[in-house]
């Protein structure tokens, strides 16, 4: 696909899905910025922002403007998880996790959209999951704040879609990376038997969803929620 040399902003993108999705928008020849609370990443602009941190988020956005240019695309895919059955979670675990995965993507959505209405075009790509619709046993935390992401999404489209600003949700399944390597040998095998691909996705798969709805190609494709899922979550 021909670049189209657009500043884009993934959150996370030094390791995972995040940065599958930063090195698919640079080899489509976009301007790619990418940020993380640890180290550079090579080959991209780095910048450290901690999601939870309102300052840290308008310093990140104030540094890329300043080095790149107005955000065009922005991903936003940093996210945590901190599992643990319901009675087991303190309120801690809970807010730590929607703090992270729910507003922080506020955060970074408010701040990029300011410029995107005075643009009068932007794309906005939110990664939540396939546990959003179908629910997790010790992942409550988690699910609520990646379903919270659809209904947040949703509404933007609907609020940005007359200045031509897109806003969609990918929600991938079973992914390859440190996220899940995490996960016990018994717990993967129980999530891979119930995925009709039978595998797991590999995180380029994902970012290969996100550079569609990135692109001129989805113009008409606003409020979606695509999955990338192997199947997994067929139904919901
Ligand atoms: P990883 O754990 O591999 O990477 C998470 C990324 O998020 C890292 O870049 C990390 O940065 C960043 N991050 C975490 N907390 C913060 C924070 N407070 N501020 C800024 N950045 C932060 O995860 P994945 O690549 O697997 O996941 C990426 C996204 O995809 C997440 O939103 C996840 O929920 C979602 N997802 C993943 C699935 C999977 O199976 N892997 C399935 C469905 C959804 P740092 O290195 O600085 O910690």
């Known amino acids: 696909m021909a670049g189209e040399g ?3 902003l993934v959150t996370g993108g030094n390791r ?20 993380s609370r640890s180290g550079e990443v090579d080959g991209f602009t780095t910048v450290a922002c901690d999601v939870t941190s309102a300052e840290d988020v308008e310093a990140a956005f104030a540094r890329i403007e300043a080095e790149l240019g107005p955000v065009e695309v922005l991903v936003a895919n940093a996210g945590i998880t901190a599992d643990q059955l319901l009675l087991s979670m303190k309120e801690e675990a809970f ?18 959209t300011s410029k995107m209405i005075r643009a009068r ?10 546990v959003a619709l179908t629910g997790s046993a010790g992942q409550s935390n ?12 949703r509404s933007l489209a609907r609020e940005l879609g007359g200045r031509n600003v897109t806003v969609n949700i990918v929600s991938p399944g079973f992914v390859e990376t440190d996220m899940t390597a995490v996960l016990p040998e018994a717990r993967q095998a129980e ?6 691909l039978g595998r797991m996705a590999t995180a380029d798969e994902v970012a290969a969803a996100v550079r569609w709805l990135a692109s001129d190609e989805a113009g008409y494709v606003t409020g979606a929620v695509v999955p990338v899922d192997g199947g997994l979550g067929m139904g919901h």
């Open 6 to 8: 657009r500043v884009v």
């Open 16 to 35: 995972g899905i995040g940065l599958a999705v930063a090195r698919a928008f640079q080899a489509a020849g976009d301007r790619v910025a990418v940020t």
């Open 95 to 112: 807010t730590r996790v929607v703090d992270t995965n729910l507003v922080g993507t506020y955060r970074v959505v408010r701040r990029a």
């Open 121 to 130: 075009k932007g794309r906005i790509v939110l990664i939540s999951s396939v």
């Open 142 to 153: 988690y699910a609520a704040s990646k379903a919270g992401l659809i209904g947040f999404g």
């Open 191 to 196: 999530i891979l038997a119930a995925v009709p």
